[in-house]
């Protein structure tokens, strides 16, 4: 039982990190200093999709479950949790690098707006 809740523990907090990779920046705005924590969060999740590696928490995840008694699962978290709400097929390379650039392209954005903001508005209120 301790096994079992421990697992979906590490799947929320396995959803978090993945929401803080790609939205983080939003947070960054609030709260500039974030962003020490952030880049390097982003860093690993463009790393981990660009190279097709498993994150440490979905093997994490699967020893929890296989010690609750349950079925692990192959592929990643993403791949498991994930791409069946975003996808009906399974994942492929070219998803995987999708979604590599998607991280990289919302980040860009969102810092973009993050850093310009103040800049603009200096502009349009002269």
Known sequence: MIFAFA???????????VLFVVFGALLVARWRLLAWLHLPAAAWGFFVELTGRGCPLTAWE?????????EG????????YVLPLLYPGSLTREI????????VLVNLVLYGWVFLRP????????
């Open 96 to 103: 995987q690098l999708g979604l590599a650039a998607g991280v």
């Open 119 to 126: 800049a603009w508005r200096v502009r349009r209120g002269a």
């Open 62 to 70: 699967n020893l929890l479950r296989m010690r609750a008694g349950l």
């Open 7 to 17: 697992a979906a523990a590490v799947v929320l907090l396995h959803l978090a990190f």
């Open 73 to 80: 699962y192959g592929g990643g978290f993403v791949e498991h």
